[in-house]
Nanobody, 126 residues
Framework: QVHLVESGGGSVQAGGSLRLACVISGSTSRWYWMGWFRQAPGKEREGVAAVYTGGGSPCYADSVKGRFIISQDNTKNTLYLQMSSLKPEDTAMYYC???????????????????RGQGTEVTVSS
């Protein structure tokens, strides 16, 4: 079993930055695909970014490319999402997700990953 806990959400003005963190615990002795997806009120879920903890290039949604960076610290079992140049449309609940058996990097698959956290809220005001 895998447990994910997100942190780092908050309120920020447009143009500002936030860094989200996701600590993974439990059966962490293997590599995982990990990622972030978000859901705003009244909107569909949107995959944001994904990466394989064993190495390789991450993938991003077009809406966040050049502004968000996904990274991990395997020594701390932690996944990060550095968000810069935030826009009001980035306002959403952000979820961390993990799955050991994903074939390739595809942000549209992140919200279908096997494990997910409870989410952390991000609000961007104009």
């Amino acid at each position: 079993q895998v447990h994910l806990v997100e942190s780092g959400g908050g309120s920020v003005q447009a143009g500002g930055s936030l860094r989200l963190a996701c600590v993974i615990s439990g059966s962490t002795s293997r590599w995982y695909w990990m990622g972030w997806f978000r859901q705003a009120p009244g909107k569909e879920r949107e995959g944001v970014a994904a990466v394989y903890t064993g190495g390789g290039s991450p993938c991003y949604a077009d809406s966040v490319k050049g502004r968000f960076i996904i990274s991990q610290d395997n020594t701390k079992n932690t996944l990060y999402l550095q968000m810069s140049s935030l826009k009001p449309e980035d306002t959403a609940m952000y979820y961390c997700a993990a799955d050991p058996d994903v074939i390739r990097c595809a942000v549209t698959a992140v919200y279908g990953y096997m494990y997910r956290g409870q989410g952390t809220e991000v609000t961007v005001s104009s």
